[in-house]
């Protein structure tokens, strides 16, 4: 049974650029949370995603998107690019009807912008 | 804003030693997870506690939770080198009703064989 898996597991882009991100939930979960984890911090919630439809938000500008698709997979876009939006971006998938949010993470892409 | 925050910052241990690592939130929750990061990797989820339990185990772990206080403590026994990571403290309400994570700055755990 697959964990959560990300991919890109690296990725180098200059300010400006716009940047994709993709996330393939644990097995059996519909449920999909994206969060950037800065160097020497906790991750922080950017939002969260259920039957295709973005249920939540934490406090990111709109330059950060999302989108789920009918397999449960996620992708995060960020346009623009700033520096400060170099950040290790996890992926945690969960599974709604379980009623409590323990969530599984993926090993994360880490996004450097130069 | 981040709910749980963490204490201490960063904890050094002997092998074999127990490590507690204490975690302090401010507002009422549904429940409370422990997770563990090596070096810059995912998290990797290690024990959840209910905001109607006292104390779970799993394993060499003990985690307790005292919701009068708002806080959580998780033990680590007879500790090994591949303990040494990162461990964070998540909740999943910071009051808005929200079934996100919210979680502190973690505590960083050094190991000494």
């Known amino acids: 049974d697959a964990g959560v898996t990300q991919s890109p597991t690296h990725l180098i882009k200059t300010r400006g650029q716009q940047v994709t991100l993709r996330c393939s939930p644990k097995?059996?979960?519909?449920?999909v949370s994206w969060y950037q984890q800065a160097l020497g911090q906790g991750p922080q919630f950017i939002f969260q995603?259920?039957?295709?439809?973005?249920?939540q938000r934490g406090n990111f500008p709109d330059r950060f998107s999302g989108h789920q698709f009918p397999n449960y997979s996620s992708e995060l876009n960020v346009n623009a690019l700033l520096l400060g939006d170099s950040a290790l971006y996890l992926c945690?998938?969960?599974?709604?009807?379980?009623?409590?949010?323990?969530?599984?993470f993926g090993p994360g892409t880490r996004l450097t912008v130069l | 804003s981040q709910q749980g925050e963490e204490d201490p910052q960063a904890l050094s241990i002997q092998e074999g030693e127990n490590a507690t690592m204490n975690c302090s939130y401010k507002?009422?929750?549904?429940?409370l997870q422990w997770y563990r990061q090596n070096s810059g990797r995912g998290l990797v989820h290690l024990i959840l506690?209910?905001?109607?339990?006292r104390e779970k185990h799993s394993g060499r772990l003990r985690v307790t939770l005292d919701t009068s206080k708002k806080s959580s403590s998780l033990l680590i026994t007879a500790s090994r080198a591949a303990d040494t990571a990162s461990y964070f403290c998540?909740?999943?309400?910071?009051?808005?009703?929200?079934?996100?994570?919210?979680f502190g700055t973690g505590t960083r755990l050094t190991v000494i064989p």
């Open positions: 945690a998938s969960s599974r709604v009807s379980q009623g409590y949010n323990e969530q599984f």
């Open positions: 097995s059996g979960h519909d449920t």
């Open positions: 995603y259920y039957e295709e439809e973005e249920r």
């Open positions: 507002t009422s929750i549904n429940n």
């Open positions: 506690i209910r905001s109607n339990e």
């Open positions: 998540a909740t999943d309400d910071d009051g808005t009703g929200a079934n996100n994570l919210f």
